[in-house]
């Protein structure tokens, strides 16, 4: 069985630029969370989404968006990208009904210049 | 404001002995509870979740819950050079997937 895909490992962006990040869940996952790690804020949560619906959002700024497919593939999108931003953003797919049993992706390294 | 507090580390215990992580949490509606392990470069997995007040036991590892209190912890018996890793504590306040993680402590098992 697949894991969580996320495309691509490693990007470096400038400052005002915008980021598109991509997330396939594990197969028959409809859940797809997205985090931020840092190594001084550790993993922060940004939004959930399910069945193409945003379930949860975290506190983040409006710059930070995402969206969910109808085949449960998740993108998240970061516009006029801040120095800050530099992070690796984790995608997490889980079943529905089991509240914590996440599964990671890889992450996607950005580093904003 | 909900927080999750772990104490950094680093944390140092020879091989085969317990390795014991903390976990404090600000918010008293949280009812989830998790713990994850994370090596170096590498996206954390879960290794334990516990619901409710007590001890719940998976082969080497015991996560212990005290809702009064408001702390979990993890202890890891007869620990091995393979348990070296980063350890989050994870909480959730509602049946959604938003977690609170916290910063993580790191352990190193030294043979």
């Known amino acids: 069985k697949a894991g969580v895909t996320q495309t691509p490992r490693y990007l470096i962006k400038t400052r005002g630029q915008q980021v598109t990040l991509s997330c396939s869940p594990i197969?028959?996952?409809?859940?797809v969370s997205w985090y931020q790690q840092t190594p001084g804020q550790g993993l922060q949560f940004l939004f959930e989404y399910f069945s193409e619906t945003q379930r949860n959002k975290g506190n983040f700024p409006g710059r930070f968006s995402g969206r969910q497919f109808s085949n449960s593939r998740s993108e998240m999108n970061v516009s006029t990208l801040e120095l800050g931003d530099s992070a690796l953003y984790l995608c997490a797919s889980s079943l529905d009904g089991y509240p914590g049993e996440l599964f990671f992706g890889e992450g996607s390294r950005l580093t904003v210049l | 404001q909900k927080e999750v507090e772990q104490n950094s580390g680093p944390l140092s215990v020879p091989e085969g002995a317990i390795a014991s992580l903390n976990c404090t949490y600000s918010d008293r509606g949280s009812q989830s509870f998790f713990w994850y392990r994370q090596y170096s470069g590498k996206s954390p997995e879960l290794i334990m979740s516990i619901y409710s007040n007590g001890d719940k036991e998976d082969g080497r590892f015991t996560a212990q819950l005290n809702k009064a209190s408001q702390y979990v912890s993890l202890l890891i018996r007869d620990s091995q050079p393979s348990d070296s890793a980063t350890y989050l504590c994870a909480v959730n306040l509602d049946t959604g997937n938003q977690f609170y993680f916290g910063t993580g402590t790191s352990l190193t098992v030294i043979p």
């Open positions: 197969s028959g996952h409809r859940s």
